[in-house]
């Protein structure tokens, strides 16, 4: 089975300012996807940005962007401008081209400071 | 609007119980699955079903039993057999048509021990 490691179990951000959240992964696939996901208080998954592994440009979504480094196996999530309601749960989570089998990270939870 | 139902929110089970976790989805998708998330562990794949009357094991399978007798639910059973139930359960569901698509999710069934 693949392996995600979120190494940041807590991170803080001041509102306004932009944080990074980190995700490795294992794999010996060439072909892949690979997704953020946010978890508020509510518990409710939130689907944050995705990243096809064939595509080497970096995934935007507004404030949302992601680094993705593919031989060195990383996808970071940066949020800029940081606002109260990205306080959250953060999960990366990794599926191979041709399987259906999603596999997550511990996550990252993400406090923001007015 | 669609969307996955997952019910009841909230669900209690005595010593030596079987419960079971409904699932519903409206949004046509062929691939379902049920997590379940503990405290600094992340999502943990307990079944999953690509198509009716199909279902796989994932990785924390033991005490759990799953039915797919309609494309749209896809019950989760906790038997008597799980020792360590209490846990936050999310079932969630994908198209089969899209590779890159993601999951989308319920808003979870917390359950807990008398």
């Known amino acids: 089975a693949q392996t995600v490691t979120q190494s940041q179990p807590e991170m803080s951000v001041q509102e306004a300012e932009t944080v990074t959240l980190s995700c490795t992964y294992d794999?010996?696939?060439?072909?892949?996807?690979l997704f953020w996901y946010k978890q508020p208080p509510s518990r409710q998954m939130i689907l944050v940005i995705r990243?096809?592994?064939?595509?080497?440009q970096n995934a935007t979504e507004n404030r949302f962007s992601v680094n993705f480094q593919k031989a060195a196996k990383s996808f970071s999530l940066k949020i800029s401008d940081s606002q109260l309601g990205d306080a959250a749960m953060y999960f990366c989570a990794y599926r191979s081209f041709t399987g259906n089998q999603f596999y997550f990270g511990t996550g990252t939870s993400l406090t923001v400071i007015p | 609007d669609g969307g996955i139902t997952q019910s009841p929110k909230y669900l209690f089970r005595k010593e030596g119980q079987n419960v079971t976790l409904s699932c519903e989805q409206n949004l046509n998708h062929d691939a379902m699955y049920w997590y379940r998330q503990d405290p600094g562990q992340g999502l943990r794949l307990i079944y999953y079903s690509q198509i009716v009357n199909d279902f796989q094991k994932g990785d924390i399978a033991e005490g759990y039993s799953v039915s797919r007798e309609k494309k749209e639910s896809f019950p989760l059973t906790v038997t008597s057999a799980q020792k360590n139930p209490t846990a936050f359960y999310l079932c969630a569901s994908r198209t089969g048509y899209d590779s890159n698509q993601p999951q989308h999710f319920g808003d979870g069934t917390r359950l807990s021990i008398l």
């Open positions: 794999t010996s696939e060439s072909d892949y996807y």
């Open positions: 990243q096809e592994a064939y595509k080497q």
